[in-house]
T-cell receptor
Framework: GQNIDQPTEMTATEGAIVQINCTYQ??????LFWYQQHAGEAPTFLSY??LDGLEEKGRFSSFLSRSKGYSYLLLKELQMKDSASYLC??????????WGAGTKLIIKP | ETGVTQTPRHLVMGMTNKKSLKCEQH?????MYWYKQSAKKPLELMFV???????ENNSVPSRFSPECPNSSHLFLHLHTLQPEDSALYLC??????????????FGQGTRLTVV
């Protein structure tokens, strides 16, 4: 079957760095997405990786290893507004998105 | 503001009621989706429309009935729902390309409570 695994919840300190991991098992692979979702709001697109390596976008970076079925989202210089759920989703051979349950990130002062 | 608007934001309905959720996208996309989001569970894809044609129905009970009158509007008609149908219902849109589709843009969702 197809599956996405990510931690349910993580806690980090304001100003620090946090890495949210995601492992995936899909029938074929056509890229991996990260979304951010604040409570009561729409998920918003953060990043897309289809090739191995690190994609940096400001304070957020996303890494992909296709051979390991693994990705992570790296958040630097954490701010209180980064408290949210982070959703990992992989696109399978039919271009369907397979979603993880999300990682709730709690930022403490 | 994501360019995808859902109404209503909140809905409480009885098990014998009939109601509809509405979604409108202003992005010129050709694909629209309904997702169900329950607490601590992955997003569940319910329906997919490409160019107004339904291309995906993930074994959704018939008490959920989608309608896509044009590529900018999507409805989800609800009738005789069960309490376990209480969840956040998200609409999304994307642009279908030759190699799949672009990232999805989501609406803020309708928080549905079935009593």
């Amino acid at each position: 079957g197809q599956n996405i695994d990510q931690p349910t919840e993580m806690t980090a300190t304001e100003g620090a760095i946090v890495q949210i991991n995601c492992t995936y098992q899909t029938s074929g692979f056509n890229g991996l997405f990260w979304y951010q979702q604040h409570a009561g709001e729409a998920p918003t697109f953060l990043s897309y990786n289809v090739l191995d390596g690190l994609e940096e976008k400001g304070r957020f970076s996303s890494f992909l290893s296709r051979s390991k079925g693994y990705s992570y989202l790296l958040l630097k210089e954490l701010q209180m507004k980064d408290s949210a759920s982070y959703l990992c989703a992989a696109k399978d051979s039919n271009y369907q998105l397979i979603w993880g349950a999300g990682t709730k990130l709690i930022i403490k002062p | 503001e994501t360019g995808v608007t859902q109404t209503p934001r909140h809905l409480v309905m009885g098990m014998t009621n009939k109601k509809s959720l509405k979604c409108e996208q202003h992005l010129g996309h050709n694909a629209m989706y309904w997702y169900k989001q329950s607490a601590k569970k992955p997003l569940e894809l319910m329906f997919v429309y490409n160019f107004k044609e339904q291309t995906e129905n993930n074994s959704v009970p018939s008490r959920f009935s989608p309608e896509c009158p044009n590529s900018s509007h999507l409805f989800l008609h609800l009738h005789t729902l069960q309490p376990e149908d209480s969840a956040l219902y998200l609409c999304a849109s994307s642009q279908t390309t030759g190699t799949g589709s672009t990232e999805a843009f989501f609406g803020q969702g309708t928080r549905l409570t079935v009593v």
